[in-house]
C-alpha cells in the first residue's frame, strides 16, 4: 500500500495550492480520506477528513473556508485545495486512510499514511 503526496512548495501570503495524494494498493473508495499536518517544532494538526463516498467533509476551524477536501475513486485520488495560505499554514502535510471515521493524534496511528509534502508560506 502506498499513499503519495504531491503539491506543496514555497508560495506567498494569499496564493493557493493544491495537494494531491495518489493511493494504490487499497481499495480507496472503502477508507476515508484525511489530511494532517505537523508545523516545526508542534504536535499533529488534523486539517481535513472526507468520508468514502466523498459526499460529507470536515475541516478544522483553522482552516475552515479556505481549504476544501475532495476525492476521485476512480482515480485513487485525493486532494486538498487550499487558498488564501498564510504563514500559518506552514507545515509537512500527510494524507491518510483508515476504515474509521477517527482522527487519530499521529499519523502513525491511521491505517495507512504517506512521506507527506512540505508546504512553506511566506509574509
Known amino acids: 500500500v502506498q499513499l503519495v503526496e504531491s503539491g506543496g512548495g514555497l508560495v506567498q501570503a494569499g496564493d493557493s495550492l493544491r495537494l494531491s495524494c495518489a493511493a494504490s494498493?487499497?481499495?480507496?473508495?472503502?477508507?476515508?480520506m484525511y489530511w494532517v499536518r505537523q508545523a516545526p517544532g508542534k504536535g499533529l494538526e488534523w486539517v481535513s477528513s472526507?468520508?468514502?463516498?466523498?459526499?460529507?467533509?470536515y475541516y478544522a476551524e483553522s482552516v475552515a473556508g479556505r481549504f476544501t477536501i475532495s476525492r476521485d475513486n476512480a482515480k485513487n485520488t485525493g486532494y486538498l485545495q487550499m487558498n488564501s495560505l498564510g504563514p500559518e499554514d506552514t507545515a509537512v502535510y500527510y494524507c491518510?486512510?483508515?476504515?474509521?471515521?477517527?482522527?487519530?493524534?499521529?499519523?502513525?496511528?491511521?491505517?495507512?499514511w504517506g512521506q507527506g509534502t512540505q508546504v512553506t508560506v511566506s509574509s
Open positions: 491518510a486512510a483508515d476504515r474509521t471515521p477517527i482522527i487519530k493524534p499521529a499519523a502513525t496511528d491511521y491505517d495507512y
Open positions: 494498493g487499497l481499495t480507496f473508495g472503502s477508507y476515508w
Open positions: 472526507i468520508n468514502t463516498g466523498g459526499d460529507s467533509s
